[in-house]
């Protein structure tokens, strides 16, 4: 018997577009078919968190769990999208620079300081964690934080290397598509998109998620009559907690 893998630190962001009379729009991008982790499926951006962004948590005074994750968010979300949340100056031409200087190995402390910009990151709330175990290869602790889309953003463009590309989706429509077959999401970030499916704005998802504490989640295998399913804890705002086993995509 084979020891299960140790969890890997990673943090991950949803990024909310308010619209006027009609659900928020979330950043969502779609893994590369040959990742080993999820590839194919629709995620939020995000990633592991490196030693760099326990250094800049660290030097910012942050809590040594929950602020790696922040940073670890920000730097993933440049990276990949080409957003900069809680980021200043967000305007194109910094974003760029950050994004130039990450994808030549700078780490994030160093990016900013070359870039003249600076990180909040108190503009991000954390909404959830979750841990799956049981898997086979790897497994990720993630940490899930909101954002929202700065005013003076420029349009995100995907990074081409860990994904393939990236859209604007209500959760809803997310949702839909994955029922529909055009589109693949794991147990996790389905989780996730009926819960952001239940607010009206970037408003009242965070006080939803600040109305919960962030504990870990492990999803549980479960006997239901003669249905196994896979079952998440009732008390954290989430609106579906179990699905029948045969029909869960895990990684």
Do not use: K
Request: aromatic share 6%; charged share 25%.
């Amino acid at each position: 018997m084979t020891d299960e893998p140790v969890p890997i630190p990673a943090a991950t962001v949803v990024i909310f577009r308010d619209r006027a009379g009609a659900p928020p729009e979330l950043l969502m991008v779609e893994r590369s078919a040959a990742m080993v982790f999820a590839g194919g499926a629709m995620v939020f951006p995000g990633g592991r968190v490196d030693p760099g962004d326990h250094a800049l948590a660290a030097e910012l005074g942050l809590d040594d769990e929950d602020g790696p994750g922040r940073i670890a968010a920000v730097r993933e979300s440049i990276e990949e999208a080409g957003v900069a949340p809680g980021v200043t100056p967000g305007d194109a031409a910094t974003i760029t620079r950050l994004r130039g200087l990450l994808h030549d190995g700078s780490t994030i402390g160093a990016a900013l300081e070359a870039a003249g910009a600076a990180l909040d990151p108190q503009e991000l709330v954390p909404f959830a964690r979750w841990l799956p175990l049981g898997m086979r290869h790897r497994i990720f602790d993630t940490r899930f934080y909101l954002a929202r889309l700065p005013d003076d953003a420029p349009e995100p463009s995907v990074d081409a290397t860990e994904n393939s590309r990236l859209v604007w989706t209500t959760a809803a429509v997310m949702l839909a598509e994955a029922d529909a077959g055009r589109a693949t999401i794991i147990f996790p970030t389905r989780r996730n998109l009926e819960r952001l499916a239940l607010f009206d704005d970037f408003h009242s998802a965070v006080t939803q998620a600040r109305a919960h504490a962030v504990r870990t989640i492990t999803p549980w295998f479960e006997d239901r009559g003669s249905v196994r399913h896979l079952c998440i804890p009732d008390d954290l705002g989430y609106p579906v907690t179990a699905e029948p086993a045969d029909t869960v995509r895990r990684a």
